[in-house]
């Protein structure tokens, strides 16, 4: 009884044994890694402790004196918020991270365009990429380092991941920086405004005026209903105080950090809560959707497996034409990326004809009629053709 007894206890110390019980474990813990520490990563890690989502939180630097004061300072605000492991790790805890975030680059201040930094941050990435996927990850990489679009379509390239499970932060701070204009401006909540920031994140962003929504109401109806005015003049202004709204604020205290550490914790909550969440990220944009080889913002389905869609918006002609020129900036950004450090498989192909372009940026027809997205956006396959670049076993 005593010898059997024994070889229970033995089997269950067994190397085989421990193994199975760390695999389920590491299953069960929602572990997030953030690889640098500066100003965005450790103020993504505050805002995730007090979510009280991620169990494990791992900060990475190069600088590792920094990353373990980091992680002293948070501790000191665990007693007021949620128990959480909090460490100073290595790549090697990126094996079993749910997500790995990467806010690594140069700093903000100084710069007076995302774009300064493309061949110093473009480097740094890159070695990152090498690093964190040389422990074959099973997670999500975010990217959140500028210029972001450029970075997450070499990043995708770089570390050979399925398309899904790549995301830049994209426009999902711009998004919400127009949403709270349009709401201040209307007297509203900003969760009672529907409206995207699409495109680059960065000068050439599109602002998604003619589908916005205001309680279900477009822009004109919803200003009919409270008796504004609706002038053109104001939603200019609005979208061009979103468009500069980064450089106002590095301009006057040398970088940003609140608005992207929550815009991060909002993308990790949709992966981490498998919440099928509709946000404006970054990612690989497929071939159907007419806009050449280059990764950018569109509304996108978030979930655990990452990227599960990615939508299309209905867009005037105007704004069809601004987008096909952001992605024109952000492939350039790629070409010069490109330059310093090789991207696997890019080859610079670009936009489609004029003529393709003016059959995709017909809004209505000749009776006036709008154009549905579908007719508008006619290269987008049914889900049983899109999903063979992804692969999310959940849609499979
Ligand atoms: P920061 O200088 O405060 O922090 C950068 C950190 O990265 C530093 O701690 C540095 O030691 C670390 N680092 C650099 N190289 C590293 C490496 N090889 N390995 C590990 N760590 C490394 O800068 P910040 O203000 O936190 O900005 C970081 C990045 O985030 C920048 O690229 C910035 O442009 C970008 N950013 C993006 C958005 C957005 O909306 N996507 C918003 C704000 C900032």
């Not at 940026?361 to 670049?389: D, L």
Request: glycine letters at 8%; proline letters at 4%.
């Amino acid at each position: 009884m005593e010898a059997q007894r024994l070889s229970t206890l033995r089997a269950y110390n067994s190397p085989g044994q421990d193994a199975l019980k760390d695999a389920l474990l590491e299953n069960r813990i929602p572990r997030v890694v953030i690889v640098g520490t500066g100003f965005v990563g450790s103020t993504t890690a505050y805002a995730l402790m007090m979510s009280g989502m991620a169990a494990e939180i791992v900060l990475i630097d190069r600088d590792a004196r920094r990353a373990e004061g980091q992680v002293n300072d948070l501790r000191d605000a665990e007693v007021f918020s949620h128990t959480t492991r909090l460490f100073a790790g290595d790549f090697s805890d990126c094996r079993s991270a749910d997500i790995t975030v990467i806010t690594a680059g140069v700093s903000q201040a100084g710069q007076r365009s995302r774009i300064q930094s493309l061949s110093e941050t473009g480097t740094i990435v890159h070695d990152l990429v090498s690093n964190v996927c040389r422990q074959e990850p099973r997670g999500i990489l975010l990217l959140a380092s500028n210029p972001v679009d450029a970075l997450t379509y070499a990043v995708s390239k770089w570390s050979g991941l399925p398309a899904n499970r790549v995301i830049g932060s994209g426009t999902s701070l711009d998004t919400s920086r127009f949403r709270r204009r349009l709401a201040a401006r209307y007297g509203v909540a900003s969760a009672n405004v529907h409206a995207y920031v699409i495109g680059e994140h960065g000068d050439s962003q599109v602002p998604v005026l003619s589908s916005a929504r205001v309680a279900g109401f477009p822009l004109d109806e919803f200003c009919d209903q409270v008796g504004q005015p609706c002038e053109e003049s104001t939603f200019t202004g609005i979208a061009s105080d979103t468009r500069t709204a980064g450089v106002d604020i590095i301009d006057a205290k040398g970088g940003t950090y609140y608005g992207i550490g929550a815009a991060l914790v909002r993308i990790i909550r949709a992966i981490l809560r498998d919440e099928d969440a509709i946000l404006t990220v970054s990612s690989l944009v497929p071939k159907s959707m007419e806009l050449g080889e280059v990764s950018l913002s569109l509304p996108s389905i978030v979930n655990r497996h990452g990227i599960a869609r990615v939508l299309s918006v209905a867009l005037n002609s105007s704004e069809r034409k601004a987008l096909e020129a952001s992605a024109e900036v952000v492939r350039r950004q790629i070409t010069t990326l490109a330059q310093t450090t090789p991207i696997p498989g890019f080859s610079g192909n670009g936009s489609p004809s004029k003529e393709r372009i003016a059959a995709l940026t017909k809004s209505t027809r000749a009776n006036g009629e709008r154009v549905t997205p579908k007719e508008q956006w006619p290269g987008i396959p049914a889900w049983s053709r899109f999903k063979s670049n992804f692969t999310n076993p959940r849609h499979a």
